[in-house]
């Protein structure tokens, strides 16, 4: 009987992905990536350097302390952005995009450049739509 490899196991399991299917994980992390804060908060520290909580609040506007928090803790989970506390007086806690975030950050940096390039275009078409409707 043959052997199946590790990345064999890997290429099928990933083959099998379909986020139309209901029960795909790809379609949850579809659904995180989607939210409006996570496209933000990742377009906010593909600068490079590093950011403190308190930079990305300001830089954010609108976004409340809660929803940063909870944005944070889950692209941090996701593996998209790392946490890195350092011991001062008050303590320092900075935020960074890993790899993977730095992969999505490409996405997400050409979606809101072609959200601010078109939305003259979307806001006259809503409009129109909205005098044809009425």
Request: aromatic fraction near 6%; proline fraction near 3%.
């Amino acid at each position: 009987m043959a052997t199946t490899t590790a990345a064999v196991k890997r290429a099928q399991a990933k083959a099998r992905f379909d986020a139309f299917l209901a029960a795909c994980p790809s379609r949850q992390l579809l659904d995180r990536v989607s939210d409006k804060w996570v496209g933000l908060v990742l377009c906010a520290l593909g600068g490079g350097a590093p950011l403190r909580y308190s930079e990305l609040l300001r830089q954010l506007a609108g976004v409340s302390p809660k929803m940063l928090t909870q944005t944070l803790r889950s692209l941090e989970r996701d593996g998209l952005v790392t946490r890195t506390v350092v011991a001062t007086v008050p303590v320092t806690v900075s935020y960074e995009l890993t790899d993977l975030g730095r992969s999505l950050h490409v996405t997400m940096r050409g979606l809101k450049a072609w959200a601010e390039t078109h939305i003259e275009d979307v806001l006259g078409n809503r409009t129109a739509y909205d005098d044809r409707a009425s």
